[in-house]
């Protein structure tokens, strides 16, 4: 019974390149939530998906950054032309539904440096 | 909810005693409250939750509780033990959004 599968887990870019990160979901979950942690902070929140649907892209930066949940395959969250600021950890975690009351469930995370 | 805070942020007791973590929630609407272990460069692990319906839950040496009239929820760990050592994340959720308190990192001293 696998969890949330994030990969890579550790990712190196320079700055300017493309970081592509991703996410498959519990097995049965549906629905997909980003976080971003930097060092010794609490998790902030992305971005929230279903299938196909990007639900609420509000913790998200408006440039550089995308997020996609297609119908067949895993989450992708992209970063284009990285700045030293992107280095973070990335937690993807992912639900049954969205009820307010369903536990989220994360990954074991993607750590993201900028050189 | 938006607002989260979270305290102390940092813990250290004896082996054995008892750790105590509090938030306060600002976001009325918030109905679901879980907490997290994070040990370091791992994944954050729910260890508990409640809902805004109950006031209190207990699981084994873990233990929360809700005051919804105050905003305010708390972690107990009774019977601390090395293997607890780790930061810990309250967090609320209205909807589907987890907002999440700065964390607080505890060390039990064996």
């Known amino acids: 019974n696998a969890g949330v599968m994030q990969n890579p887990r550790h990712l190196v870019r320079r700055r300017g390149q493309e970081a592509r990160l991703r996410c498959s979901p519990m097995?049965?979950?549906?629905?997909v939530y980003w976080y971003r942690q930097l060092p010794e902070e609490g998790l902030k929140f992305m971005v929230y998906?279903?299938?196909?649907?990007?639900?609420?892209e509000s913790g998200m930066p408006k440039e550089r950054f995308s997020a996609e949940f297609p119908k067949e395959g895993p989450s992708i969250l992209r970063i284009q032309q990285v700045v030293r600021g992107d280095s973070a950890a990335y937690f993807c975690?992912?639900?049954?539904?969205?009820?307010?009351?369903?536990?989220?469930?994360f990954g074991d995370g993607t750590r993201l440096s900028i050189l | 909810g938006e607002n989260v805070e979270q305290h102390p942020s940092t813990l250290s007791v004896q082996e054995g005693d008892s750790a105590v973590i509090k938030c306060t929630y600002s976001?009325?609407?918030?109905?679901?409250f879980p907490w997290y272990k994070q040990e370091l460069g791992k994944r954050p692990q729910l260890i508990i939750d409640?809902?805004?319906?109950?006031g209190e839950k207990k699981d084994q040496r873990i233990a929360v509780t809700l005051n919804k009239t105050a905003k305010h929820f708390s972690l107990h760990i009774t019977e601390t033990q090395p293997e607890d050592s780790a930061v810990y994340f309250c967090?609320?959720?209205?909807?589907?959004?987890?907002?999440f308190g700065a964390g607080t990192t505890v060390t039990v001293r064996a």
């Open positions: 975690a992912s639900s049954p539904s969205g009820q307010g009351d369903q536990p989220q469930h």
């Open positions: 097995k049965g979950h549906s629905h």
């Open positions: 998906l279903q299938k196909e649907n990007i639900i609420d």
């Open positions: 976001d009325s609407a918030s109905n679901y």
């Open positions: 409640i809902r805004s319906n109950v």
């Open positions: 967090a609320d959720r209205n909807d589907y959004k987890l907002s």
